[in-house]
T-cell receptor, first 113, second 114 residues
Framework: GGIITQTPKFLIGQEGQKLTLKCQQN?????MYWYRQDSGKGLRLIYY???????QKGDLSEGYDASREKKSSFSLTVTSAQKNEMAVFLC????????????FGEGSKLTVL | GEQVEQRPPHLSVREGDSAVITCTYT??????FFWYKQEPGASLQLLMK???STEINEGQGFTVLLNKKDTRLSLNLTAAHPGDSAAYFC?????????????WGSGTKLIIKP
């Protein structure tokens, strides 16, 4: 079996700071995702990538950048952290988008002071 | 675009009792429906899926029912046990028409009391 590893698990930053979250998968999956999970809300898609060096914006991409330099890794950058961005960021991957079978990491919790 | 409403946000039942979580969706062309489970401190994992063509799926003590007429998806737990305590999320996709994007419900925190 494979695993998705997100780092860091907890990230504390200052308002206005640029912050980066990293995600590694060893499933050899083509497609990877970044979601944001706010309390009481469903997962919202920030970015996804269907292959190395591909980036596709989700509904929540404003204020974020992403990078997929290798098939196994997908990073997300909060370009200027805001207090209302305290949330859990989830990375996921899938062998095929049509399957709906996503494999998730354990999440990275962002706190902005 | 597609919207998915999930109810209830919190649900507490006794061990052995049944529980029902419901999602209503807006796009009648939705074809793929999923339920994910997130145990405390763990990652989301796919629990069950159902397609528009099949409308029902059973397994692991759960039944997933799709009512296309009412655009409603339900997750039915017949006899709850402590291991079922978790957050449950529905996700809906219209398939190729929506570029396979999943639209998620807001989640239900299910607590099983002894």
């Amino acid at each position: 079996g494979g695993i998705i590893t997100q780092t860091p698990k907890f990230l504390i930053g200052q308002e206005g700071q640029k912050l980066t979250l990293k995600c590694q998968q060893n499933f050899n999956h083509d497609t990877m995702y970044w979601y944001r999970q706010d309390s009481g809300k469903g997962l919202r898609l920030i970015y996804y990538s269907i292959t190395e060096n591909d980036l596709q914006k989700g509904d929540l991409s404003e204020g974020y950048d992403a990078s997929r330099e290798k098939k196994s890794s997908f990073s997300l950058t909060v370009t200027s952290a805001q207090k209302n961005e305290m949330a859990v960021f989830l990375c996921a991957s899938t062998t095929g988008r049509h399957t709906g079978q996503l494999y998730f990491g354990e999440g990275s919790k962002l706190t902005v002071l | 675009g597609e919207q998915v409403e999930q109810r209830p946000p919190h649900l507490s039942v006794r061990e052995g009792d049944s529980a029902v979580i419901t999602c209503t969706y807006t796009d009648p062309n939705s074809y793929y429906f999923f339920w994910y489970k997130q145990e405390p401190g763990a990652s989301l994992q796919l629990l069950m899926k159902v397609f528009s063509s099949t409308e029902i799926n059973e397994g692991q003590g759960f039944t997933v029912l799709l009512n296309k007429k009412d655009t409603r998806l339900s997750l039915n737990l017949t006899a709850a046990h402590p291991g079922d305590s978790a957050a449950y999320f529905c996700a809906v996709s219209a398939g190729v028409d929506s570029n396979y994007q999943l639209i998620w419900g807001s989640g239900t925190k299910l607590i099983i009391k002894p």
